[in-house]
């Protein structure tokens, strides 16, 4: 089994930082744990009241769940309103698409039916070939956001539905604490990070900035992280990310989960040393 060999891991996950630290552990690695957002819930009420009176006028025929985190709030918000069950009951009467593992256990655990789901990795693209597929033309559509307005999705949804609503239950801010990020950003400068690996887009954007919070340039973490440390994407959609911010990443998995990210790394960090090794 490829090991890490006591390389010092930095992760900025932050709900499932512990089992990703023990993930790292457990393959010979030393993990460096830096949250880079949290989860904020929004005043959401009113537009979940939305939701559920368009569902009891037969107003929606699909709903689309991006994340288990969207899906358990929209849950506990109905449940506020006592009207969980109505909610539940509605649901199982339309189409309901998941995007990827987490919202479709969210929902299977509420006793809802997941009528479509994507392929991995599980990007907008791979939301949008199964929305086209069922098909979506003319349809009306309501899609739960992560934590931030996604774009390209909607975009493209209001030319395929008859309709496509959007409901954002939380969004992504920056920790309340940053100090871990800052100190992060100072080991990468000065190339004592071995590796750090990226599970979602907005922790590269948080990291950049709080980097220029502490008036670090754009192009010089970059060419630290180019130069000086080996660079994990758990995904493509981490890997593009990294490259708008002009970073190459040295490898990711084939399937975009936390522990074939950490087998992949593994891998690299076996093959890389075997190809530098004296003959």
Known sequence: MAELDGMRVATLEARMTGALAS?????????VCAPALREAPLDCADDVRYLLD?????????????????????????????????????????TTVCRGPKPTAALRQAKVQ???????????????????????????????QYGERNAALMSALHDECESADELCLYEWQLPDDT?????LIDELLDGTMDVIAFTSQVQIRHLYKVAASNDVQQAELSDALNEQTIVCAVGPTCAAALADVGVTTDTQPEYPKMGHMVNALAQYVSETKVAVSPR
């Open 23 to 31: 993930m790292i552990s457990k393959r010979g690695g030393e993990p």
């Open 179 to 183: 100090a871990p990020m800052a100190s």
């Open 114 to 144: 997941v009528s479509a789901g994507i392929a991995a990795p599980y990007t907008t693209k791979e939301l949008l070939d199964a929305l086209i597929e069922l098909p979506v033309r003319g349809k009306r559509l309501m899609a739960l």
């Open 54 to 94: 368009k569902l009891a006028s037969d107003s929606l025929d699909v709903v689309v769940f991006q994340t288990g985190v969207g899906a358990r709030a929209l849950f506990a918000e109905a449940d506020r309103q006592s009207r969980l069950d109505e909610l539940l009951d509605a649901l199982r009467g339309i």
